[in-house]
Structures are given as structure tokens and as C-alpha cells.
């Protein structure tokens, strides 16, 4: 599991490779990722934003942006949490997800939460002995 705190709000992402989803013989690679979002704070928020960087293997980087997760943008009251489960596709057997979440405070003042950086492992990534 990966762990970041940014502004009294714990996002922990833990991501599974979905073999039976994954194609690696055609390119294709597919993962689920679980996050729980917890408010830590004394400050009611809601999370309005996304932002991902999804680089794989060969150095590509797509950025994907949009309102909320899953659908909803959640309103978090001081000691709450939301989870949800989302997934993407990767073209490499391996690459790593970043970015961030837009929130906002019962005040209207915006700020961004840390996603934490988190690995995409398969087991079809070719292993390098030194």
C-alpha cells in the first residue's frame, strides 16, 4: 500500500494486477487500483477534482483529468472516509500512477491532496539481474 497526507487528508492506494483482464501477448495490461480517502481533519471538504500521470514503462505519460472519482465528489466531514475502486490499461507490463485531488473547504478555499506515486507491477515484466 502507498500512503500520503497532505493537508489532513490520507489517501492510500493499494494497486492489483488483473491477469485475467490483461492481454500481455497482445500489449495489454490492466490493473485495478483501491483508494481510501480520509479526512484527518477538523475541517469538513469535498473532493471536486482529478488529476492523473500514468507513465509506463517506455517513458509515456498520459494525464488524465476530470470532476470527482467514480462519478461522485464526495463531501468528507471531519473523521470520515470514502473508497472507491477504479482501474486503467497499460500498454507495458509496468509503469507507475501519480496526481493528485481537488479539493475544496466548507469555505470555498481550493487546495490539492497528494496522490502518492504508487508502482504497476506484473509478472510479465522481464526481470534484469545485475
Known amino acids: 500500500m502507498y500512503t500520503a ?17 490483461s492481454a500481455p501477448a497482445e500489449g495489454r495490461f490492466v490493473w485495478a487500483y483501491h483508494v481510501r480517502i480520509e479526512n484527518e481533519g477538523n475541517e469538513t471538504v469535498q473532493l471536486r477534482t482529478r488529476h492523473w500521470r500514468i507513465t509506463d514503462a517506455m517513458g509515456r505519460v ?3 483529468r476530470g470532476p470527482g472519482v ?3 465528489q464526495p463531501v468528507l466531514e471531519p473523521g470520515d472516509h470514502f473508497e472507491y475502486t477504479s482501474g486503467t490499461p497499460l500498454g507495458t507490463p509496468s509503469g507507475i500512477m501519480a496526481g493528485t ?3 475544496e473547504g ?3 478555499r481550493a487546495f490539492d491532496v497528494t496522490i502518492p506515486a504508487f508502482s504497476l507491477d506484473s509478472p510479465h515484466q522481464p526481470m534484469q539481474l545485475n
Open 101 to 103: 485531488y481537488g479539493m
Open 106 to 108: 466548507k469555505d470555498g
Open 5 to 21: 497526507v497532505t493537508h489532513d487528508i490520507r489517501v492510500t492506494v493499494q494497486p492489483v494486477f488483473l491477469e485475467d483482464q
Open 62 to 64: 498520459q494525464e488524465v
Open 70 to 72: 467514480v462519478g461522485e
